[in-house]
């Protein structure tokens, strides 16, 4: 019987090497000599990963791995998220980030199924993203934020089980709503 790769986290064995590897993660933040400076690498790492990984099981791991980090150090939170959802593609502006690390920008933080993955997992509130992205695309409606807004929202409405209700991204559509009554939408 031909057996199909794991295609996502839930579907692995208790007992998978992946799931080992990952409890190994954080035992290795917690007891490493620099326990400030460590898990915040680490995160940074792991947050250049996930946008690279081309797999839904590869951004389950990632998502795993940055949700243990934050729940277990109080500096991680406040970074990644922070950055998750506030910083811009083209000027990064959190300082423990990396500016090399991050300047496969303009794509990478619109990449719907890395966003999809941290909606589902709950490390990025649905309601905070829709804040954010409605922000952004009342300040400046560029073609790529349109395309990425109306993708997330699509994707997120048609995953079965849904991630999110359309009234989650009320303040999305609302704008997309505005912007395509005054012509400064595009075809997505």
Not at 148 to 164: G, K, M, N, Y
């Amino acid at each position: 019987m031909v057996q199909l790769p794991i295609q996502s986290l839930a579907a692995l064995p208790p007992n998978h090497d992946i799931r080992h590897l990952v409890r190994q993660i954080l035992f290795l933040a917690a007891e490493s000599v620099d326990r400030h400076r460590t898990p915040l690498l680490m995160s940074q790492k792991i947050v250049q990963l996930l946008y690279k990984t081309p797999s839904q099981l590869g951004r389950e791991v990632y998502v795993a791995l940055l949700d243990q980090l934050c729940h277990s150090f109080e500096d991680v939170a406040k970074e990644a998220i922070t950055w998750l959802l506030y910083a811009e593609d083209e000027v990064s502006n959190i300082l423990s980030f990396d500016v090399d690390d991050f300047q496969q920008s303009v794509q990478r933080k619109f990449n719907v199924p890395v966003t999809v993955t941290l909606l589902q997992s709950g490390l990025v509130n649905i309601s905070l993203q829709d804040q954010q992205l409605a922000k952004s695309l009342f300040t400046e409606p560029r073609p790529s934020l349109l395309n990425f807004a109306s993708a997330l929202i699509r994707e997120c409405l048609s995953t079965d089980p849904p991630v999110a209700s359309q009234s989650q991204f009320a303040y999305s559509v609302e704008v997309l709503g505005q912007l395509g009554q005054s012509g400064k939408a595009n075809d997505e």
